[in-house]
């Protein structure tokens, strides 16, 4: 089931918003300002993001500037929902790194239709990347070689061998029977010790440097300590 955040500080707006994407088999959190989101997006991060521009104590602008600034945040797919429908209000929230930009008041099934949109257009981008990777091992497996041991401990490794595999950090939590906050720090970690800055780039690190993917599933008995 795929977790949506709906940041807004309309609480009916938010309620109805609410109620419309779990009956269409989202599983929903929100929040009612940039500050509140943030806090939610750090406890257990969602697969998409909608919010308002105009809310109280953090506006959706700063909200998206400061999602986009982290490394786990670059990649999630997010919508503007506001009633600042100028072309300048509409520019300013793709430069910032937006997806794509409603105006209230809106159609339901429209708003719908972009999210789908985006979340097929995630789940292609990750396909596509593991798919590549997977050809290159082919091609690449006579000459192959032995890539450098990984500098990361017993427990990062478990999570980097899951990540590159194109799961998210609720899927990686249940196959290691850790929470998705854990698998978040691992994966902070990660990115700290190979340099990089967020999921792609682990992927394409993988890729390029010759790591395999595992031919043996992870037994129960090695999951991640939390």
């Known amino acids: 089931m795929k977790k949506i955040l709906v940041v807004d500080d309309d609480t009916t707006l938010r309620t109805a918003l609410t109620r419309y994407l779990e009956k269409r088999g989202y599983s929903v959190q929100d929040a009612g300002c940039g500050t509140d989101a943030l806090i939610r997006f750090e406890q257990d991060p969602p697969d998409l993001i909608v ?8 506006d959706g602008f700063e909200f998206c500037r400061r999602l986009r600034a982290i490394r ?17 209000d509409r520019v300013q929230g793709h430069s910032i790194g937006a997806d794509d930009y409603l105006i209230k008041p809106f ?3 429209e708003l719908l239709a972009k999210i789908e949109a985006q979340l097929e257009r995630s789940r292609r ?4 990347m593991i798919r590549l990777m ?12 032995n890539p450098e041991p990984l500098p990361l401990t017993r427990a990062e490794e478990k999570v980097f061998w899951e990540v590159i595999q194109g799961y998210t950090n609720k899927q990686i939590g249940d196959h290691l029977f850790v929470s998705p906050r854990t698998v978040q720090t691992h994966l902070s970690n ?27 599933a992870l037994s129960p ?5 939390s």
Do not use: C, W
């Open 221 to 225: 008995a090695e999951a991640v300590d």
């Open 134 to 145: 997977q050809q290159s091992e082919r091609l690449s497996e006579p000459q192959a070689v």
């Open 107 to 109: 159609e339901p099934r």
């Open 72 to 88: 786990t945040g670059q990649l999630i797919p997010f919508i503007f929902l506001s009633s600042r429908g100028e072309v300048e």
């Open 125 to 128: 981008m990750h396909s596509e």
């Open 190 to 216: 990660i990115l700290s010790k190979l340099q990089l800055d967020n999921r792609s780039q682990l992927v394409r690190y993988a890729f390029e440097r010759g790591y395999k993917l595992p031919t043996v």
């Open 51 to 58: 919010s308002d521009v105009i809310m109280p104590e953090m």
